[in-house]
């Protein structure tokens, strides 16, 4: 076994992994710390030079991954988010980038490039974003026609809320968040007592109606990329959402595995075989045909 492979084996085990999720969840713990003023008091200068440990391990671990899949390692969308976030943590903290500091934090998103059913559901929100874009261009359609029409209806009875165009979408983007909705509308029907009929429908079909369409294309999504994670079915595209057999061994599977076979070719055994079994009871109902004519000659 070549050093190289002895790497490779090193960095897909199992205990590798869960160390670097381990050392994850504790730079979590240390970056939340920091943000106390009496525990940097305290302990600023262990809970820095554990957030420098931490740091230099991921860039050793990075190296080993680097090392032991070569051009595979480059190929993996997650790998290069796992880039993204560890250059931020090595930027200076001083100087014109002191504000990137604040970007540490982000190396708890490392998490999802980690555990496998965390990138299944980013890989499926990836998937969602056409359906959702467009569920987003009705809502902003609902929006911009609700607004106009209660800019007109409720001006003069509540300005405060409806007093020009601007002020009603806010208005209307505020009881799109169930966010104190009974009261606009109290306000609005002390002068027009049927204005419930307008906030009525208006949380109906935008609350519930589109709120209810983003979870079915949600799940939709995930429901595909799972389907396809089950058949071996790499995803499509650069985002770090497409899911394939990556470099970390996360996913994917081999390729003389069951589970390299696509949904097609499940069909097309299934269509083989009804069609043997069709040549069988075809062959059946002629030997019963010839039996019957025989006794009838005798």
Do not use: C
Not at 22 to 30: D, E, G, M, P, Y
Not at 75 to 98: E, K, N, Q, Y
Not at 195 to 205: D, E, G, K, Q
Not at 212 to 227: Q, S, Y
């Amino acid at each position: 076994m070549t050093t190289r492979e002895r790497v490779r084996a090193l960095v897909e085990a199992p205990w590798f992994q869960a160390g670097v999720i381990t050392l994850i969840l504790i730079n979590a713990v240390v970056l939340g710390f920091e943000t106390s003023k009496r525990m940097m008091d305290h302990h600023g200068d262990l809970l820095k030079a554990v957030d420098r440990v931490i740091l230099t391990l991921f860039v050793v671990e990075m190296g080993l991954r680097m090392f032991a899949h070569r051009r595979e390692f480059f190929r993996d969308p997650w790998s290069w988010f796992d880039i993204v976030i560890i250059g931020v943590a090595l930027l200076p903290a001083s100087g014109p980038f002191a504000v990137l500091r604040v970007l540490r934090v982000l190396r708890v998103l490392r998490l999802l490039s980690v555990i496998p059913s965390l990138r299944h559901v980013v890989a499926g929100l990836f998937r969602a974003m056409p359906g959702m874009a467009s569920i987003m261009v009705l809502v902003v359609l609902l929006l911009y026609v609700s607004a106009v029409m209660a800019t007109r209806l409720f001006s003069t009875d509540a300005p405060q809320y409806f007093g020009d165009l601007g002020t009603s979408l806010f208005t209307l983007f505020q009881i799109f968040t169930a966010d104190g909705w009974s009261n606009i509308a109290a306000e609005v029907m002390k002068n027009q007592p049927y204005a419930w009929v307008f906030f009525v429908v208006f949380v109906l079909v935008s609350t519930l109606i589109a709120l209810n369409l983003f979870i079915a294309v949600a799940v939709e999504a995930l429901d595909k990329a799972g389907h396809e994670e089950q058949y071996g079915n790499p995803g499509q595209g650069g985002a770090p959402g497409a899911e394939g057999a990556g470099p970390d061994g996360g996913s994917g599977g081999s390729p003389d595995s069951g589970a390299g076979r696509g949904p097609d070719d499940a069909h097309g055994e299934i269509l083989a075989e009804l069609r043997a079994l069709r040549a069988e009871v075809a062959s059946l109902r002629d030997e019963r045909e010839l039996l019957r004519s025989e006794r009838g000659r005798i």
